[in-house]
C-alpha cells in the first residue's frame, strides 16, 4: 500500500495523506457502546474475537486509523477540495456488525463513512461493494435506511452465508437493498452482466449524492480465497464505472474503501487499475473481451435480483 501510494503521489500528482484516529462518536453512529468498550479492551494486546478474526497488539490503533481514514476521505470529496479518494486501508470493515468483530473486520470503515456523510449533510449515499464476500455488517446496519443504497455482488452461496438476492431491505429500506449473487467460479463477463443489468441501472436510479465504494480484490482469479475468475482489468473496469455514475450523479464525488484481497502482488495490480481510473480526467470503463464461456452465472445472477426488485427499480 506505501508503494501504491507513493505512485499515485508521482505519476498522478495525487495527495497522500496520512489519517487522524476515528472519534468515538464517528464509530458509535453505527457501533453499540458495549461493542466499543470490548474492542477499547483489545488496545495492546492479542485476543481471539472470532474464530478467524485477532487482535493483534496494534489491532485497536490501526483499525481506529483505518476508519479515520474513511472519515478524511469523505471529508474531502463532501468539502469539494478533492472530487475522488482512495482510503488504503487494512483491517477490512465490511464483515464488522453493529455489535461484533467477523470476517478480519472490527470496525465497519465504509458504514463509518456513509454514516458521516449523512450527517455532513449527503442527502442519499450509495455504497457498491465488489468485494467478493458479501458485506453482511453493512447490510445489516443501513437495512432500514431508504437514504443509504447498498449494493453487492458476491459469490454466493459462500462466506458469511448472507447476501441473497431476495434480501431488499427492511421496512422503510426496502429496495434499498440490492444483493447480486453470482455462483463460484464467475469471470469478466459475468460481473459485466451483474453491473449493466443491476448495479449500474439502480444507482442511476437513485441518484447519490456520493458514492462509495468496498473495493476488495479477492474476487481476482488469483485469489487464494475466492473462487471467482476475474481479471485487473475487470476490477478496473468495475472502479471506472463506478466513477461514471459519479461523475453523471454527484458532480464526480466517489471514495473507495479497501477490504479484501489476499495475494499481494494482484491487490498491488488492483489498486494500480483503481488509481489509474480515479486518476485520468476522463475514460470509460473497458471491459476485457469476452470469452468463449457463455456468461451463464451472471444472467442467472442477474435474473434473480431483478426478480427480487421488480417492485423497487426499474430494471
Ligand atoms: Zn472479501
Not at 143 to 157: A, F, G, I, N, W
Not at 210 to 226: E, K, M, Q, T
Request: charged share 20%; glycine share 12%.
Amino acid at each position: 500500500m506505501d508503494v501504491i501510494a507513493d505512485e499515485w503521489r508521482r505519476d498522478h500528482s495525487g495527495d497522500v495523506v496520512s489519517p487522524r484516529e476515528v472519534t468515538r462518536e464517528q464509530l458509535a453512529r453505527v457501533h453499540d457502546a458495549a461493542y466499543l468498550r470490548r474492542i477499547g479492551e483489545t488496545a495492546g494486546i492479542s485476543v481471539a474475537l472470532d474464530s478467524d478474526t485477532y487482535t493483534s497488539p496494534e489491532t485497536y490503533e490501526v483499525a481506529r486509523l483505518a476508519a479515520g481514514a474513511a472519515i478524511e476521505g469523505v471529508e474531502r470529496v463532501l468539502a469539494g477540495s478533492h472530487r475522488r479518494a482512495l482510503v488504503l486501508v487494512r483491517p477490512p470493515g465490511h464483515h464488522a456488525e453493529r455489535d461484533r468483530a467477523m470476517g478480519f473486520c472490527f470496525y465497519n470503515n465504509v458504514a463509518i463513512a456513509a454514516a458521516h456523510a449523512r450527517a455532513l449533510g449527503a442527502g442519499r449515499v450509495a455504497i457498491v461493494d465488489y468485494d467478493v464476500h458479501h458485506g453482511n455488517g453493512t447490510q445489516h446496519i443501513f437495512e432500514q435506511d431508504p437514504q443509504v443504497l447498498y449494493v453487492s455482488t458476491h459469490q454466493y452461496p459462500f462466506y458469511p452465508g448472507t447476501g441473497a438476492a431476495d434480501e431488499i431491505g427492511i421496512g422503510p429500506g426496502r429496495g434499498f437493498t440490492v444483493n447480486v449473487p453470482i455462483e463460484g467460479g464467475a469471470g469478466d463477463e459475468d460481473y459485466r452482466l451483474a453491473f449493466g443489468g443491476i448495479v449500474l441501472p439502480v444507482l442511476r436510479q437513485f441518484r447519490p449524492a456520493l458514492v462509495l465504494v468496498s473495493a476488495g480484490f479477492d474476487a481476482h482469479h488469483r485469489d487464494p480465497l475466492g473462487e471467482m475468475r476475474l481479471t485487473t482489468t475487470a476490477h478496473t473496469a468495475m472502479t471506472m464505472a463506478l466513477r461514471e455514475v459519479a461523475d453523471e450523479c454527484c458532480d464526480g464525488k466517489i471514495v473507495v474503501v479497501t477490504e479484501g484481497g489476499y495475494d499481494l502482488p494482484t491487490l498491488a495490480d488492483c489498486l494500480r487499475g483503481v488509481t489509474n481510473a480515479l486518476g485520468i480526467e476522463r475514460g470509460g470503463a473497458e471491459w476485457p473481451a469476452a470469452g468463449a464461456i457463455a456468461p451463464s452465472r451472471g444472467r442467472g445472477a442477474v435474473a434473480a435480483a431483478r426478480n427480487a426488485l421488480a417492485t423497487c427499480w426499474a430494471l
